[in-house]
């Protein structure tokens, strides 16, 4: 058992180790705790294994912190209860105290005895107005909970980062026909080969079509949409399998096998989540497709599928028209930027690419259509017409808060010119303006609490589809609907269920049930 002498100071770094212990604990116990540390730090567990100075230094600061707090908290408890009932002794036993005159013992005993003692006189006073006390209540309750309900869509859908893997680096390529009307064009796969080849500021790019197919097999027929992809999809948009694995590059080609990936919303609604449906196999488009796994959760963008295929499982897009024809233009395309290279630098070589395409193949594309190539990061992309929507809800939200503040202020001081007699009887009693300004802050602390806890309550209980929402939320762009221009906010639970809503800004407004 290792020794240390009483007498030996303890070294300069170990007194920090002494700052959280009370003053006068230390006088009276300083030399043992010095003692106590050098004998643990001479302990074999901290002097023979790998890393023991570190432990050391773990153990005895949590420790410290730990023991130091709680004595200072026992401490303050007992000088505050000491306070209460010196003063009671004081004032003839009857428990009252006359404002200005509180018991000159100091500290944080003093400061917590009249702190009880204001919140108990407040919570009498607010009691004897009901009608004041209730209208703050729920102003200030009305004002928060709408500002956290639309926070919460807001950091959501703008301020959350994407569930994709560095889905900082995504990026969306857009080809327009401004001039012909046509915001999306799409690609052709000719295309798609071009830009991949062309532009070094692209890692990786990934395709991705839309169709619809008959599946059979499982209960009734039914149409499900399908998303058709590119095996270097999901490891593009960084995202994995919830069960089994995703589609990969070994499923790429003519003579691959059919497979499909079900979404989470699919596999929850139409298999009831079976954790076996890996394996399982249904008819499609005249052909026998495997499910290889189900994704996890993420945002259905560009639009909402109930399965991925590959592309073998579409004869349509394994026809030579569809691989070499360069108008026949049905893919959208996502990336991945490579290290280093930022949005603008692969803009600059789109663009490029673009006009270079446009001198070589003049008959495909019109020299009125107005075609264009656009890059932009895929969150910006996703929340695009969320946005301006999301931002006028917040300041309005914001707004409707500083009314109720507003309202709140009138009441008060509309309360408080009301009391101005019984104020200055209190003043003419020996009371002290101080005291007086503290109790009325103690009443708009119950309050304003008060408020606050009917707001958040409020928040909790409101059953509107921005509310509950417990994951991620995330914004689904609507496009070539005629009449309708607006978004709609998808709000995905743990549980796997979906809500959405629409937050429409055209002239033709639908809403969407989850």
């Not at 002097?47 to 410290?64: K, P, Q």
């Not at 059979?216 to 694995?245: C, D």
């Not at 929850?268 to 495997?290: K, L, W």
């Not at 509310?467 to 998808?490: A, E, F, K, N, Y």
């Amino acid at each position: 058992m290792p020794s240390v002498e009483p007498s030996v100071p303890l070294p300069f770094p170990y007194r920090f180790l002494l700052a959280p212990y009370p003053r006068r604990f230390l006088e009276e116990f300083g030399a043992d705790l010095s003692r106590h540390l050098l004998l643990q730090r001479a302990e074999s567990r901290y002097t023979e294994r790998v890393g023991g100075a570190l432990r050391f230094w773990w153990d005895a600061s949590t420790d410290a912190l730990l023991t130091g707090l709680k004595l200072r908290f026992e401490r303050a408890a007992a000088r505050a209860r000491a306070l209460v009932s010196g003063a009671r002794r004081g004032a003839g036993g009857n428990g009252d105290f006359r404002y200005g005159h509180e018991p000159e013992t100091g500290g944080v005993g003093m400061m917590v005895a009249a702190l009880v003692r204001d919140l108990r006189h407040a919570s009498r006073s607010l009691i004897k107005s009901p009608g004041f006390s209730l209208a703050f209540i729920v102003t200030m309750g009305l004002g928060i909970g709408a500002n956290t309900a639309i926070f919460s869509a807001v950091n959501g859908v703008l301020l959350r980062p994407l569930p994709h893997e560095d889905g900082d680096r995504l990026v969306y390529l857009r080809h327009s026909a401004l001039l012909a009307g046509t915001e999306n064009a799409l690609f052709s796969v000719a295309e798609v080969e071009d830009y991949r080849q062309g532009s070094p500021s692209l890692a990786e790019v990934a395709e991705f079509s839309l169709m619809s197919f008959t599946m059979l097999g499982h209960e009734e027929p039914r149409i499900v949409v399908a998303g058709i992809v590119t095996g270097n999809y999901f490891e593009v948009m960084g995202l994995g399998s919830r069960i089994g694995r995703t589609i990969d590059a070994s499923d790429d080609g003519k003579e691959s096998a059919a497979v499909a990936l079900l979404t989470d919303e699919f596999w929850g609604r139409v298999f009831s989540a079976d954790p076996d449906i890996v394996g399982r196999t249904v008819e499609m488009n005249g052909r026998t497709v495997t499910f290889v796994g189900v994704l996890e959760p993420s945002p259905p963008y560009p639009e909402r599928t109930d399965i991925y295929v590959n592309m073998s499982t579409s004869p349509h897009h394994m026809d030579a028209s569809m691989e070499y024809d360069r108008i026949h233009r049905m893919t959208e395309v996502f990336a991945r930027l490579a290290p280093g290279a930022s949005v603008e630098s692969a803009g600059i070589e789109l663009r490029d690419i673009t006009t270079r395409l446009h001198g070589d193949f003049p008959e495909a594309y019109s020299a009125g259509a107005g075609f264009s190539v656009s890059v932009t990061a895929l969150k910006e992309q996703l929340t695009a017409r969320a946005r301006p929507v999301l931002l006028l809800l917040l300041a309005t939200a914001f707004f409707v808060l500083f009314i109720a503040c507003a309202n709140i202020a009138n009441l008060t001081l509309t309360r408080v010119l009301r009391r101005d007699q019984e104020l200055a009887i209190r003043v003419s009693l020996g009371g002290s303006r101080w005291a007086l300004r503290r109790q009325l802050l103690a009443e708009s602390l119950l309050l304003s609490v008060a408020g606050a806890g009917v707001g958040l309550l409020h928040r909790l209980v409101e059953r509107r589809p921005l509310q509950h929402v417990r994951g991620q939320l995330h914004v689904q762009s609507v496009r070539d609907q005629p009449g309708w221009d607006g978004v709609r906010i998808r709000a995905a639970d743990r549980r796997g269920g979906i809500t959405r809503v629409h937050v429409a800004t055209g002239a033709s407004q639908r809403g969407c049930g989850g």
